[in-house]
Structures are given as C-alpha cells and as structure tokens.
C-alpha cells in the first residue's frame, strides 16, 4: 500500500514538473506569430475580446472551484463521523434562479464586445488617410480608385498564396507588401480546398473557401488618429506627423509570419507566407519595380532576345542566358509561372516570379534565406533555390510543380519519351537565371 502511493506522489511530482516546464516554454509572448503581442487594430481587438473572456472564465473558475474545495474540505467524511448528512440545497428555487440569472449575466458581459468585434472586424472603415488617393505616390491609378482603400485579393492554392493588388495591375506570391499604418481590404478565395489566412500580429484567422469569396480589413499599425489617442497627444502639425511616421517606422516597419490555418493536404504544414510593412514611398516604388519587371540578361530587346532564341540560340551565351533559354524551352517553367516584362512567361499555375530574387524567402516561406539584418544572405539563396528547383517534391510533398499530369518538371522527358529530368548544371543555371530576378 504504501510503496503504491509513494510511486503515485513521485507520479505527480515529476508530472506537475513537467506542466510547469511546458508553461515556462509558452513564456516569451514576443514571437514572430504572436497574438498577444498585436501591430494593429484587429489583432489588438481580437486579443482585448480574448482578454475579457480570459477574466471572465478565470472569475468563474476561481469561484467554483473554491466552493467545490470549500465543501469537499468542510463537510468530507471522517473517521467514525456520527454527524448526520449535511442539508440538501437541490431544487433551491433562489440558488436555481441566481444561477440561471449570474449565467445570463456572464454570456451578456461576454456576447456584447463580442458582437462589437465582430462588427468591428468584418466592416472595413472609411478612413480619409487610408484612401488610394491620399497616400499612394505611384501616377498609374484609376482616378476612381482615389477614393478607395488599398484592395489585395488573397487566393489560396495547394500550397501557395497569390496576391493581386487590381486596382495597381500587379500580382505577386507568397510575399505581400503593404502600406503601413493603412488600411487594406483583403477578399480572400481558394482556387482548390479551403485554407486560412492568418497573420498573427495583424489579424485572426479568416477561411478562404472555393466558390465564396470571404472579405477581411487589416491595418499594420495604427492610423495617425489612434496613434495621438493613445499617446495622448492632439492637434495636427509636422511635428507630430514625423513622430508618428517614426512610430511607423521603429514598431510597424516590419517583415511579419502568416500561416495557412486549416489543413489543406499534404503540404499544408509549409504553407506559410510573409507580410512586409512599408511606408508609402517604399510601396509606390515596389509597385513601380513589379509593373517593369526584368529585361533580357544582356540588355537585348525582348524581341531580338526571342529571335535569336530561335534562329541562333548558341549566341546567347553566359550563365543568365542559358539560364533563361531553359526557363523557356527546354524546363518548361514559363509555361507555369509569369515574369512581368518577359512577353512569352505568362503561366499562371504557379507563383509569379517577378523579383523573385527580391524576396526573403521561397516556396510559400519554407525556404528562408533571410539574414539576421534583413537583408537577403545570397549565398543561401543560391541553395534554396538549387535545392527547391533540383527536388521539389522531398521539399514539399505532393506540390504541383514536380507532378502535373505530365507537366510538372518530374516528368521531363527527351524527344524519344525517355525520362530527361534537369541536370545539376541546368538547375544551377535556372538558381543563377532566378536569383538575377530582382
Ligand atoms: C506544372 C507547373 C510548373 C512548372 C512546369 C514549374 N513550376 Fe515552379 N511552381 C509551380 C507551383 C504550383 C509552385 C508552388 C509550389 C508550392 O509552393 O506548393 C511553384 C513554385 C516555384 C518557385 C517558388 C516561388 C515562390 O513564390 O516561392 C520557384 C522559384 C519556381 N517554382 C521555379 C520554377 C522553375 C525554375 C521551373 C522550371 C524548371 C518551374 N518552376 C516549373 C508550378 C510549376
Ligand atoms: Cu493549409
């Protein structure tokens, strides 16, 4: 009997160690897809909501559960206890009516923010500061989008992100700019199963759901308004215009983690994606770097780099020409993915890779080559890309660019139908050819 129990209390020793070593591990809120850490308006609201339900909850559990320990302590049996059975308060009209009306009370403390948030988050506001016309320095805009908010469409593949900005004629992949301190309406679709957008620090999670199209409003940072709220400042006035652009600037100027949110096959666990904050100049110059695209590798016109693709292909010499030349032929990647500026790369069953070389990171942001500074480690780079191009599917299994019935780059074959998969130099010449995309 007792060696039974003192088994037990070791039991539970070693195991409330263990919760308490799991709880310390869940200490640093500060984390890259934090919620409890918030950079803007929604995710702040959703934590607040999360907050109250917390206290609420946590107000509740200490009550009852401190009248439960009360009365198992207080009136537990003990030994050769002669005293009769304590009264019983089932059917208690006041205990039943107080309990009833105490829940009601709690749902209502709780059902109110709730509907407020909710609201909240689903209507995108009409904010003077946010509209197109007010911040966006770029000349290519409609003039009725003036008066709009920036609009991205979020549509999810198996498993990648496109993100189309209409009212600026650009799409891009897997790494969304936004303004910061703007508003930005998001409609979110899936060309496939559902998935779910979710930026942390920005905004809770939102389903993007074939044949329905699901709208959201994000906001990294707040707006000038809010910011001087919460500073406690008022007025207008450069001064304070340059403060908050500093605010902007140390706290919202960021490069922030999203995440699919719902399992979507079997790479879904990859299925990440970036989110950089820019200020307006920033962003009207992306917009600008993205409509341009890129030129031929040697300075050629499209048109003389196509024609002597065809009728000379040997002149097209150096690594970036090679590199190109198999983009368009022989890899078949064009017919997949579009490079603005390219007149024959316009596929668009994949990513579009125009300044992929730009970018932080690769394959809907599995494979990272972001230096600890923020810039790009180009070296590592080279090698997510060799290795995402070299074998996609052991990177992600089951994506659609190794195996697409018969187009996919796993199924290459040679002019007799034998298997031609890329060789290490041809994938070496495609990593240099990308990597000069930016
Ligand atoms: C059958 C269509 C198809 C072909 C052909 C194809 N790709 Fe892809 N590519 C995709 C898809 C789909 C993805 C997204 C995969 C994922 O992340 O799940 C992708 C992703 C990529 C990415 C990562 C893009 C990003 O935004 O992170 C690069 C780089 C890339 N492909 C390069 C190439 C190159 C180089 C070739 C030619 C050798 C090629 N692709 C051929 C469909 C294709
Ligand atoms: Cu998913």
Redesign the pocket.
Known sequence: MKTISSGFCRFIQYFSALIVVAFLGGCNLDTRMSTFVTKGPIAEEQLNLFMLTVWVTGIIFVIVGGVFVYAVIKFRERPNDDRPMPSQGHGNPLVEIGLIGASILLLAIIAVPTLRAIWFTQETPDDPESRLGAWYQGDDLAEEEAENPLIIKVIGY???WAFEYPQLGITT??EMIIPAGKVVHLELRSIDVIHSFWLPRIAGKVDLIPGRTNSMWIQAGDNFAKWKEKQGLEGEGPELRQDYAKYLEEEIHDYYYGQCAEYCGE?HARMLFRTTAVDDQAFAEWVADEKAGHGTPDGKSWDEWYTAYEENPEELTGDLNEGLKL?MGR???A???TVNGNPRALGV???N?TN?GSRQS???GWLNHRAEDGSIDVEKQYDN?YK??HEPEVV?PG???WK?NG???GELIDEHGEPAL?TDEEVSK?SLY?QSLK
């Open positions: 198996q498993w990648w992949a897997n790479s983009f890899a078949k990647c017919t997949c993915h069953a994949g990513p890779l992929i690769i394959a809907a890309l995402w191009i992600k994506n659609l660019m697409a187009g996919g780059i890329l495609l990308l």
